[in-house]
Each structure stands twice: as C-alpha cells, then as structure tokens.
C-alpha cells in the first residue's frame, strides 16, 4: 500500500499530467522502505503505480511534453512489456508498429534525478553526483531531447538524450489522435478556451 500524501519536509508538491492526459503522477509518497512517486489513472483516480527509488522525499516529477515510438530496429532488440501505457497493448514480438511511450523526469531531495519510461520497468537514466543540494525543478526542452534541473545549491544541469535513447517522437498530429481515440474530440494546443 502506498501512502499517496503525507507530512513531512518538502514545501511544495509538483504534480504532473502525462501528455496523452491519462495520468497524473503526484510527489513525496512513501512505500516502505523507499520514497516513490505514485501514478494515478484519470477516472479512477487510484493509484496504479509507483516510482520507486528515492532514499529522500520527491520533489518534482515531469513528464516529457512528448511521446515516443522506438524505431522499428530498436524495437526488434528487445520488446519489453509496457507497464502503465495510455491503455494500448502490451508490446509484444508480433507487433507491428511500436506502442507509443511516455517519458518522465523524477528529482528528489536525496539530490538524483531518474528518468523512466513507460516501455521499460527499469529507469533509462540516474544522475547522482550532480548537485550538493535538493533537486528543486525540472524542464524538459521544446524538442524533447533534452532535460534541466536545478538545484538548492544554485546550479544548473543539462543532460541531453539522443534520438536512439528516447526513440521518435509522435508528431503533434499522431499525439492528437491518440487522444481523439481515448476522450474524443481533441482541441488543440492552440485553442481558445475564452
């Protein structure tokens, strides 16, 4: 069972949407005996997975505002099942095309910075010796290959992915479908909601 929020010694809590808006993952949870950033399904509201790793609070979660697709010989190397995917299949040798992924950046108070996606069980990417202070805020590129963190002790570090890394992203018109399949009509990033 995961303790979705409790007391204790951060001063902010960071939530983040995925980009499909599926799920939100929420920050300084607590599943013993580690800190994690527990994933909750829109509708449901419940959590449905954790992110597991931190020895201190997290602090910020952020999701890449990308998706991802491997390239067809990336895919070949290795098909992992998708963990928590915008509910499309699991992955599989006999797929055709490659499950769209999210990406996710996780900064805590132990001073580390882990980056998952959905289409691997194990993070892609722990920076440790970065900082001498708290993780306090991630951003990820317009491009989305690259990542920016900061920290208490007033620096600042770029870590930069490559295409083979992270894969191909969903062009805007593939990311809006995706969402037109799961909610619907789509409006787009550009509309005018007054």
């Not at 609070?57 to 915008?86: C, D, L, Y």
């Not at 900064?107 to 959905?118: A, E, L, P």
């Amino acid at each position: 069972m995961c303790l979705l929020f409790q007391l204790g010694s951060t001063f902010f809590r960071r939530l983040g949407w995925s980009p499909c808006g599926h799920f939100i993952t929420t920050t300084h949870g607590f599943q013993k005996p580690r800190h994690s950033a527990p994933v909750l399904e829109r509708g449901e509201w419940s959590a449905t997975f954790d992110f597991l790793g931190h020895n201190a609070p997290v602090i910020i979660v952020k999701f890449n505002h990308s998706m991802f697709r491997r390239n067809i010989s990336n895919a070949q190397e290795k098909a992992a099942p998708v963990g928590w995917t915008n509910g499309a299949s699991k992955m599989g040798g006999k797929e055709k095309e490659p499950q769209p992924y999210i990406v996710i950046a996780i900064g805590s108070q132990d001073r580390t910075i882990i980056v998952w996606t959905t289409s691997s069980p194990r993070p892609i990417f722990v920076a440790k010796q970065f900082f001498t202070q708290s993780v306090v805020d991630l951003c990820w590129s317009p491009d989305g290959y690259s990542l920016f963190a900061c920290s208490l002790d007033g620096s600042v570090a770029t870590f930069h992915f490559e295409v083979k890394e992270l894969g191909n992203r969903l062009t805007y018109a593939e990311l809006d479908e995706l969402k037109r399949n799961r909610y619907g009509d789509v409006r787009g990033p550009q509309a005018n909601l007054a």
